[in-house]
């Protein structure tokens, strides 16, 4: 069976820090793959999907890359309303996630 | 725009059913080429797909789940609900209902509920 895995776990950074979150899957999917912010009591939000599409209305800070099995989510300047957990999912039939990074307050 | 709104009890008894309701608003359940699904967190977990269904009644469901699990629509109502039977604790989780794409390769959530969290407990 096909796995997704994250990394890290828990990222500790700054307002204005450059942030990198890397999703693997044990086997290619091309680039169908999409990320999501979650907030506690939040609607979860689309940010990307197929790799590097970003969602309508997503900020321009937070872009997408990779293929294959390997791929990345970066905000390139962490603001408040970043603070929060992301998940990786693969979209090519089955949904399957990732176990989330929460970045969090350094 | 359209909105997605869970509800249902929130504790429900071992070996007992469990039922929720995702109810539509800001546009029709039947418009647009949507499929719409339902998906769980448990506490200090990830996210896990429950199943889908279409308007027409079509459905899929998660292999791990589909012994116990039941979706269903009501496009009079504007809703689609689930149904899982005999619940664990393992069945404790927020439950979101979500619309995702038609297509195999559409299977990404473009819109979400807030969650309803539901304890499985005596």
């Known amino acids: 069976d096909i796995q997704m895995t994250q990394s890290p776990s828990t990222l500790s950074a700054s307002v204005g820090d450059r942030v990198t979150i890397t999703c693997r899957a044990s086997q290619s999917v091309s680039t169908w793959l999409a990320w999501y912010q979650l907030k506690p009591g939040k609607a979860p939000k689309l940010l990307i999907y197929k790799a590097s599409t970003l969602e309508s209305g997503v900020p321009s800070r937070f872009s997408g890359s990779g293929s294959g099995t390997e791929f990345t989510l970066t905000i390139s300047s962490l603001q408040p309303d970043d603070f929060a957990t992301y998940y990786c999912q693969k979209h090519n039939g089955f949904p399957l996630f990732g176990q989330g990074t929460k970045v969090e307050i350094k | 725009q359209v909105q997605l709104q869970e509800s249902g009890p929130g504790l429900v008894k071992p070996s007992q059913t469990l039922s929720l309701t995702c109810t539509v608003s800001?546009?029709?359940?039947?418009?647009?080429?949507?499929?719409w699904s339902w998906i769980r967190q448990p506490a200090g977990k990830g996210l896990e797909w429950i199943g889908r269904i279409y308007p027409s009644g079509s459905t899929n469901y998660n292999p791990s789940l589909k012994s116990r699990v039941t979706i269903s629509v009501d496009t009079s109502k504007n809703q689609f609900s689930l149904k899982v039977s005999s619940v664990t604790a393992a069945d404790t989780a927020v439950y979101y209902c979500?619309?995702?794409?038609?297509?195999?390769?559409?299977?990404?959530?473009?819109?979400w509920g807030r969650g309803t969290p539901v304890s499985v407990s005596s």
């Open positions: 800001g546009g029709s359940i039947s418009s647009g080429s949507y499929y």
């Open positions: 979500a619309r995702g794409g038609v297509f195999p390769e559409d299977w990404y959530f473009d819109l």
